[in-house]
């Protein structure tokens, strides 16, 4: 078992009208438990609470993994070698391009 951090933004620009450079207004956050044998969505974290957060297309996903793992973007289930890998102990940044919950697990 093991934890994912993250959070989700808006993307913003410090200026002009290229592309967005900087992190924007918060939208969600949270500590998720992972584990291998189930998806897990994404959720605040907090376990009286533990409704998983729907994140809308559009936005910026920010995830660091304890434990190498796979990502699902709009309420699919990953699987190994099924989605985005995400290393160990790196923070990773993912464009929302599908609504819908975000379902993670560990790699082993």
């Not at 009208?17 to 939208?27: C, D, E, R, W, Y």
């Not at 533990?50 to 809308?56: G, K």
């Not at 923070?91 to 379902?103: F, L, S, Y």
Request: negative net charge; hydrophobic residues 40%; without cysteine.
């Amino acid at each position: 078992m093991g934890t994912a951090n993250w959070f989700a933004h808006k993307p913003a620009r410090n200026r002009g009208s290229g592309a967005p450079t900087v992190i924007g207004p918060l939208h969600a956050s949270g500590a998720t438990t992972t584990n291998n044998s189930s998806a897990n969505g994404l959720d605040s974290g907090d376990t009286g609470t533990t409704t998983e957060v729907t994140l809308p297309a559009g936005l910026f996903l920010r995830i660091r993994m304890d434990e190498a793992g796979w990502l699902k973007i709009g309420g699919g289930t990953p699987a190994v070698g099924d989605g985005f890998y995400i290393p160990a102990d790196i923070d990773v940044d993912i464009e929302v391009t599908e609504a819908g919950i975000v379902n993670v697990i560990d790699a082993a």
